[in-house]
């Protein structure tokens, strides 16, 4: 049993419905629609930062945001928090993998996708927070086509001269300009790496499930790891192109997308390589993060005849 907000007595489920290496989830027992997060170690320093969080929330419904802390009956101390419990949702690998996806998806389906994550980025960025460990993952996609982000209380922050970072990771979605981590303790990062983050998701979304960064050489002795790739800029896209570097075969090919959406991708991958602030900014459509699509965006992703608009 632990106290909520207004000392009102939790209880949690006998066993953890889930966790990681920072803590675990429970469900509650007579609220159906949170779960509880425990940390392992819940510092002072830790329950600061979740208060902020509670405080401080972005706009929007697409975010598993942390909702009030909870503490030790006996002390007073906090042992974790309360945030929304997301029903019957896969993580977004499951629409990224052709071979995975439910049969009802098709263009107009994963473009959605890719306008709500845009649009829920964009409403974290616009409180001046970075994701720092935004990856398929942590983002799930409800049986109704609502993505929701999750795994929140790591985001990173400054206020009052303090920075509270986001201490975890995905190397295959972290930018060339911090490949150089052992760890992600220890330094702040930035929102440029959160459009890098987004855009291999978006990527990943619309061309088959393949990693912007994963290709082949024509020489074998030269394959690099994934994060060798993103380290050195070997794009398989690049103008002119990367010497003996090509695409893989098992993928639609960039240029199917409309022209639009590949220039998009060559700003974040090709001239935000070396330039962060090159990659393409995010923004939120009118109606907020929970909206589905901008109202001017068509269904189709590819090159050829629109089919109409994006489903309301």
């Not at 066993?15 to 997060?37: C, H, M, S, Y």
């Not at 291999?200 to 979304?205: A, E, P």
């Amino acid at each position: 049993m632990l106290l909520d907000k207004v000392n009102k007595l939790v209880e949690l489920s006998p066993k953890a419905v889930d966790g990681g290496k920072e803590g675990r989830i429970f469900t509650l027992a007579n609220d159906p629609a949170r779960v509880a997060k425990l940390h392992k170690q819940f510092t002072p320093r830790l329950a600061d930062k979740i208060a902020y969080l509670i405080n401080n929330r972005p706009e929007g419904p697409s975010l598993a945001w942390p909702e009030c802390l909870l503490l030790d009956p006996t002390d007073g101390r906090p042992q974790g928090f309360v945030m929304p419990r997301v029903i019957d949702a896969y993580d977004l690998s499951k629409f990224t993998n052709p071979l995975r996806r439910p049969p009802h998806v098709d263009d107009r389906f994963l473009l959605s996708l890719a306008c709500q994550l845009a649009a829920v980025v964009a409403a974290v960025h616009q409180r001046q927070y970075v994701l720092g460990d935004l990856h398929p993952r942590n983002t799930l996609v409800t049986a109704r086509g609502v993505l929701v982000l999750v795994d929140l209380d790591s985001v990173q922050f400054t206020v009052g001269g303090v920075t509270y970072l986001c201490e975890v990771g995905r190397a295959e979605f972290t930018p060339r300009e911090f490949q150089h981590l052992k760890g992600y303790s220890s330094t702040a990062r930035t929102r440029e790496a959160d459009l890098f983050a987004l855009a291999v998701m978006l990527f990943q979304l619309l061309l088959g499930g393949a990693h912007p960064f994963s290709g082949v050489f024509a020489d074998p002795t030269k394959a690099n790891r994934l994060r060798d790739c993103i380290r050195l800029g070997l794009w398989p896209y690049r103008v002119p192109p990367v010497p003996g570097l090509s695409p893989p075969p098992h993928i639609p090919p960039l240029d199917g997308l409309r022209p639009e959406l590949q220039e998009l991708f060559r700003q974040c991958f090709q001239q935000g390589h070396q330039r962060p602030q090159a990659r393409p900014p995010t923004r939120r459509p009118s109606g907020g993060a929970g909206k589905r699509c901008p109202p001017s965006a068509t269904a189709s992703v590819r090159n050829g005849p629109s089919p109409g608009p994006c489903p309301p």
